[in-house]
Structures are given as C-alpha cells and as structure tokens.
C-alpha cells in the first residue's frame, strides 16, 4: 500500500498510470475517506471503470448521456474515448486523494482539539489542587506560629510567676 503525503495530479496520473499497467480488468473500484461535514466522515466506494450511463444523470434529472446534436468524433470513437477515460480515471483519483487528504487533516485537528480542552481541563484541576495544598501549607504554617507565640507567653508567665514568687 502506497502512502503520498503530498496530493498532487502527478500521483494521481502515477496511479491511473498503474491501473493502465493491467490489461485485463473487468471493474476498477476506488475506496476513499469522504468528508460529509466537518465532524463526520465516511468511506465511499466509487466505481471508475466501466464507465456506466447512470452516472452522467445530474441531480435534476437531467440526462447528460443523451446529446442533442448530431456528434462527430474525429479520428475515431475509440481514439477519443482512449484519450477521455484516462484523463476521466485521473480526475476522480485526484479527487479522492484530495478528499481522504482533507479528511485525515480534519481528524488530525479534531484529535488535537480534544486533546486541548482536556489539557486544559487538567492543568484546570491540577491548579485548584496545587492550590489547596499551597493554603494547607500557609495553614499550617500559621497554626505553628501561633501555637508558637502561645508557648512563648506560657514561657514568660511562668517565669514571672517563678520571679514574683
């Protein structure tokens, strides 16, 4: 399995270049991440070859296999259609490479987010428990002072009491 970092349309010619390589397909199929929205995404299989009438009716209903006006196709049919197919596999490669890429981007940001607020959330809980240990500690602190300056005064009363006695 190939792995491509960069998206360009010379990786998408390179692997419609591979698919060129096998002489005998009867289906080619691609399966890519599509991004529905920016927190959903899903898998999509797409199948690229053979090319089939259906996938050229629009949304509207509109058949755009069926032409109006009379087509000459010069040299010939299959000189066109050798030239057009490999051009059309290259732009839906492209296309889903540039779709899994913007997918696997957004699960990365995602992923980063999340981790962000519960960082935040952490270092959040670990403040209030560093403070909390820090007021104990002044507590305590004071507590010997005072109990100190009590030991202090017990000291020097029982020394009056020792001198006036």
Do not use: W
Not at 88 to 114: I, T
């Amino acid at each position: 399995m190939e792995e491509y970092t960069v998206i360009t349309q010379g990786n998408a010619i390179y692997l419609e270049g591979k698919l060129g390589d096998e002489e005998q397909l009867d289906e080619v199929y691609i399966i890519y991440t599509n991004m529905v929205n920016s927190v959903t995404t899903e898998p999509q299989m797409l199948r690229l070859l053979p090319i089939v009438k259906e996938r050229f009716i629009t949304k509207d209903g509109q058949d755009l296999s069926m032409y109006q006006d009379p087509l000459v196709m010069t040299p010939s049919p299959k000189a066109v259609l050798d030239n057009i197919v490999p051009d059309f596999v290259m732009g839906y490669v492209y296309g889903a490479l540039v779709e899994s890429f913007c997918s696997e981007q957004n699960a990365r940001m995602m992923a980063m987010e999340a981790a962000n607020k519960n960082a935040s959330a952490m270092i959040h809980d670990l403040s209030i428990q560093y403070n909390r240990v820090r007021q104990a500690m002044i507590t305590q602190e004071i507590t010997e002072v005072i109990a100190g300056a009590k030991a202090q005064k017990k000291k020097k009363k029982a020394r009056k009491e020792v001198l006036n006695n």
